[in-house]
């Protein structure tokens, strides 16, 4: 086919009429993620899934931490909250208790969320807060520039880890799981719509949930690993990943050139912390 | 997925049509969208951006089937499709080409 | 159960630990997240029990900074929220407290100073956190910290905290220490209609016209909570009126000084100090906390000896009266600072006087008190 006379053809247009524009801080576009970064397209489906739940946009607040995905508080037009590093759950199970009419989200990477923070994750795990935990996993740490980070595979290189990295990676479906969360799936930013879908699932719902988007990062990570640009990583995933929901999350480890594992590998329903408070401590209390 | 005969009403099926747009300065010209379209629609143009990118352009805008792929793939919040209508047709269902298994693995 | 059994109006013996918990529940607190840590887990002991009465919640997070952010989560989401802490789980906060400052969120927490430095002595007194309560975390910025010296007053102090976060829309510190906080002593609690409380400042202004860090002459930007319809971004990152991040020097210098002159500006609003035999004195004792109890009969005892000593008992002790000191420093001979460290308000109190009196220190490496015959030694010497 020839090609058409150019752009001429395609309609240009102000960046409000995006039809995510409502949902986002379009004063603060564009935003300041790299080129071929996946952290966009896991937003895109986060909006897509929120609009499709219908859940009113006063009633959900994001919290993030600090790194690239910390940023997604800030462009989110929506009640947002930028913490201090890995600190994102704990003030997002204060504002969560104190304001019960709040779907509260905690969106933020696997630096912020299982390495400094990971304390508060498997804390609130285990207690079953009402949190959307949605873990943006690119292996590094991408906005200080590629440093080694709690799920950077074995033998891969960082900044840090000049000779590859030795630590064992966290597995986080495994790690939620393991501390007790209740919804747990994993995509990588190439699967959109059930990622998407994934979302709109776990948002209504009550409980600890946490949602893994496997990212590209070419500027730090692909960079370091000579993986190529955002394009070729999203190729790797569409090679390498295998959908298979209910899992064993053990089978779900990350190796640098092997299989991922995708899917929901958990949805069950047990008491929250809020339950235990409403009805539990409320039982006490009445029938003194 | 591939039909591996025809709809039995596929000479009544409707085809929906799109436009695209496309938030220039926005792009990041990373051809997630480019890569992922379906249907093939979409190129990255000749022309920079301000910030030195090629922002895609709709060289088959006739086919666009209003998908949406390309607005939920793309990172930078910089293209849409608008459904403009839903034309009959009387030919072949539109088939899913290989691309959109590929971008729904 | 319900409100009727927030305010436990009547006399009480209560340790400082207790007495500090039943004023968080008489200021409306709603939510304690904290950590135990001796001196001060009698408090959270406390609040677990009685915020589920009045249908808040007590949660024992993982560790302080949690804590912390979870007592800031908390204000956002519309209550009055507070933690306390001692020793190693101050500095733990610390990073938070910074936060909290920045994001300027009401809040209130509480120190159980013990004797450091590390784990120390997480039984015995100390009052060796008072520099760190407004340097502690990193940055510029000011505090406001109370330093209560007996049961009665944690109590009233911690309502008064409620009360300057509100006002000042910033975390308060209350700055007790383990002999407070372990004593028993007469309480009085009020009747609730006698409590004087400050509500939250919620903004009359519609979404799309409150800016969340606006303020006027005062300084003081008014405040909503999360789920009302506001929309509004706040982070840690220096940042505009919108609460937008900002990475300039023009930005920093607008949100740093606003924060300093927060305080500043109204810092002879918010200063409360007791003024004890100060007509005549010519020998100025400066102490706070549990310290000011011994150095009350430090006082006593000298002016047996005829010295002409008073004493200027801090209340508040951040922001510090450096006008107080200035000006007293005009006219009196010699300031003797007692407290439970080796000199951190005594610096304070040097810097204010600036050569024009004398300085004098009674130390203490914390652990016990002073004996009141060694600050009258010291107030005699002072007198000179
Ligand atoms: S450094 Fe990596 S994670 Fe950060 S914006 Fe760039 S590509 Fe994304
Ligand atoms: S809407 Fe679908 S078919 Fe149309 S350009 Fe976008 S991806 Fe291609
Ligand atoms: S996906 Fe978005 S940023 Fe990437 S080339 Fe297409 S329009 Fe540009």
Redesign the pocket.
């Known amino acids: 086919m020839t090609k058409p006379a150019a752009h001429l053809e395609t309609a240009i247009v102000e960046q409000d009429t995006h039809p995510m524009a409502d949902l986002l801080r379009m004063d603060r576009m564009p935003h300041i993620w790299c080129?071929?970064c996946g952290l966009?397209t896991g937003l895109t489906c986060f909006i897509m899934a929120l609009k499709e739940t219908g859940i009113p946009e006063d009633k959900v607040a994001v919290v993030s931490g600090i790194g690239c995905t910390g940023r997604v508080a800030g462009y989110l037009n929506l009640d947002s909250f930028h913490t201090t590093h890995g600190r994102g759950i704990p003030f997002a199970t204060g504002l969560a208790l104190a304001n019960p009419d709040l779907r509260v989200v905690v969106y933020s990477g696997d630096g912020d969320l299982v390495a400094i923070g990971g304390n508060h994750f498997i804390h609130s795990a285990r207690r079953n807060m009402d949190l959307l935990v949605i873990c943006v996993n690119n292996f590094t740490y991408g906005m200080t520039g590629g440093q080694a980070g709690p799920t950077t595979p074995i033998s891969a290189k960082a900044s840090t880890a000049p000779y590859g990295s030795y630590d064992y990676p966290f597995n986080i479906p495994y790690l939620a799981i393991a501390s007790g969360a209740t919804y747990v799936a994993r995509w990588t930013s190439l699967h959109m719509r059930r990622l998407k879908n994934s979302m709109r699932e776990a948002l209504p719902k009550k409980g600890f949930r946490v949602i893994e988007i496997i990212c590209p990062c070419p500027t730090a990570f692909a960079r370091k690993n000579r993986l190529g640009s955002g394009l070729d990583l999203m190729k790797h995933y569409h090679d390498n990943s295998i959908i298979k929901h209910g899992a064993d999350p053990r089978e779900a480890d990350i190796d640098m050139n092997g299989k991922v594992v995708c899917g929901t590998f958990l949805d069950i329903e047990r008491p929250t912390f809020r339950d235990f408070q409403t009805e539990n401590i409320a039982t006490q209390l009445g029938g003194e | 997925m591939k039909y591996w005969r025809k709809p039995l009403d596929a000479d009544t099926i409707k085809v929906p049509h799109g436009k695209i747009y496309?938030?220039r300065e926005?792009?990041?010209?990373?051809?997630?969208?480019?890569e992922y379209c379906p249907k093939d629609v979409?190129e990255?143009s000749q022309e920079f951006n301000k910030k030195g990118?090629?922002?895609?352009i709709a060289v088959r805008e006739e086919d666009c089937v209003s998908c949406g792929l390309?607005e939920l793939?793309?990172?930078?919040?910089?293209?849409y499709a608008e459904l403009i209508e839903e034309g009959e047709t009387t030919e072949e269902t539109p088939k899913k080409t290989d691309k959109t298994e590929k971008a729904e693995v | 159960m319900g409100e009727e059994r927030r305010v436990l109006t009547g006399e009480h013996f209560l340790t400082g630990d207790h007495a500090c918990a039943e004023g968080g529940m008489a200021a409306g607190c709603m939510f304690f997240g904290g950590y135990p840590i001796t001196p001060s887990t009698e408090i959270a002991e406390r609040m677990s029990l009685r915020l589920p009465e009045v249908g808040g919640i007590f949660i024992q997070m993982e560790d302080e900074m949690a804590s912390m952010n979870s007592i800031l989560g908390a204000a956002w989401g519309g209550w009055k929220s507070m933690t306390c802490t001692s020793g190693p789980g101050f500095s733990l906060m610390m990073e938070n407290l910074g936060l909290g400052i920045v994001l300027e969120t009401p809040t209130v927490l509480v120190n159980i100073q013990r004797g450091g430095p590390s784990t120390g002595l997480p039984t015995l007194s100390g009052q060796a956190d008072m520099m760190q309560a407004k340097w502690g975390s990193h940055g510029d910025y000011e505090v406001i910290a109370l330093a209560p010296n007996s049961p009665q007053e944690i109590f009233d102090h911690t309502i008064k905290a409620f009360n300057l976060a509100e006002q000042y829309r910033t975390p308060v510190l209350v700055m007790s220490d383990e002999s407070v906080g372990h004593m028993t002593e007469k309480v009085v609690i009020p009747p609730r209609e006698e409590l004087k409380l400050v509500p939250r400042n919620y903004t009359k202004k519609k979404p799309g016209e409150y800016l969340p860090f606006e303020c006027g002459e005062d300084e003081i930007p008014e405040m909503v909570k999360a789920g009302d319809g506001y929309k509004i971004h706040i982070t840690g990152l220096t940042h505009d009126k919108r609460g937008y991040p900002d990475i300039s020097a023009e930005a920093q210098d607008w949100m740093v000084r606003h924060l300093m002159n927060k305080i500043q500006k109204n810092k002879k609003k918010i200063i409360e100090v007791e003024k004890i035999n100060m007509d005549d004195a010519e020998v100025v004792v400066v102490s706070y906390g549990i310290s000011s109890r011994v150095a009350h009969r430090g006082m006593d005892l000298a002016r047996k000896t005829g010295v002409k000593v008073g004493m200027l008992r801090l209340i508040t002790v951040w922001p510090f009266p450096d006008y107080m000191i200035k000006e007293l420093a005009e006219r009196v001979k010699a300031f003797v600072t007692v407290e439970l460290n080796f000199g951190q308000i005594a610096l304070e109190v040097e810097r204010h006087v600036a050569g024009k009196a004398k300085c004098y220190l009674v130390p203490h490496a914390g652990g016990d008190a002073h004996k009141p015959e060694d600050i009258a030694e010291a107030i005699k010497e002072a007198a000179k």
């Open positions: 080129s071929g966009g | 496309v938030v926005q792009c990041k010209g990373c051809s997630f969208c480019v979409l990255l990118y090629h922002p895609p390309c793939i793309c990172p930078d919040f910089a293209i």
